[in-house]
């Protein structure tokens, strides 16, 4: 979107730039032809206050499934087994024995979508027990029950893990609060591939050394220099890496092409988030 484009007129459908949050709708306001934005993103915070009447959002759900399945995977195997911990001891052999297993444990996926199903075949693949949770409660042939949001209270002090996947928006905003936390028994590892604000920064300071953290993405973001939860105990964190790997580009472009090929022949497309 150059200012020597002069064809913006005539641009009906875009692929936004692969950024998070509204800044990946910059300069939207400038293509007056415009129908239909298709971000590479599954979240879309904020997003649909900004679209120009006429104008329809598509997310990228399914593009970055296994990548941020595979991600969760690792940082649920690197909290539990303390491999953010020997890497900081290194020079120095300290043996942890006696720490969990993926194995046996039961695994609490907090945001059971397309991401959360990817993310519990490759869990029960590695023989670990999944509690899945959504907004309504239904039938599943991976995990055989999805449990309702309004049953989280009743299942966190009996699980191992939690996987918070939710996106962020009025409902979720701060979901996994002090009150939530407190509710999760000592050492349990609460992992976060989703949304920054679903998680109180606050709170993940205050339970942090009882609990286990490892945080994709966090609030604010990006994390400062010499913030506190750098120094956290038991906190791990990695820069917002779960989605933009080696998957992502096949499978984005096999996405857009199925969205111009539906444009092109008047057809509906996927993946409509507004309006």
Known sequence: MGEQD?????????????????????GIDTLPALRLVQVQTAG?????????????????????DDATAELAVGLVLAGLRGIDQAVRQHGTWRPMPGRRSLAD???????????????????????????????????????????GIDEL????????VVVVLLPHGD?????VDDGLLARLPDGCLVVNVGRGPVVDTAAVLAHAGRLRF??????????????????????????HIAGGTTAMLPRMAALARAQLTAYAAGEPPGNVVAP
């Open 105 to 147: 444990s039961r695994v609490l996926v907090l945001g059971y979508g397309s991401i959360g199903r990817s993310l519990a075949e490759r869990l029960l693949a590695m023989r670990a027990r999944v509690v899945a949770v959504a907004s309504r409660p239904r039938g599943d042939d991976l995990v055989g029950t999805v449990h």
């Open 171 to 175: 409902a979720t905003h701060h979901l």
């Open 44 to 64: 879309y915070d904020g997003m649909p206050a900004l679209l120009p009447e006429g104008v329809t959002l598509a997310n990228a759900r399914g593009v970055h």
């Open 214 to 239: 490892a945080l994709d993405v966090t609030d604010p973001e990006p994390l400062p220099d010499r913030h506190p939860l750098w120094t956290a105990p038991d906190v791990l964190i990695t820069p």
């Open 6 to 26: 002069d064809r913006r007129d005539e641009v009906e459908v875009w692929v936004a730039p692969y950024v998070t949050g509204t800044a990946a709708l910059d």
């Open 153 to 160: 209270p009743a299942l966190l002090p009996e699980v191992d």
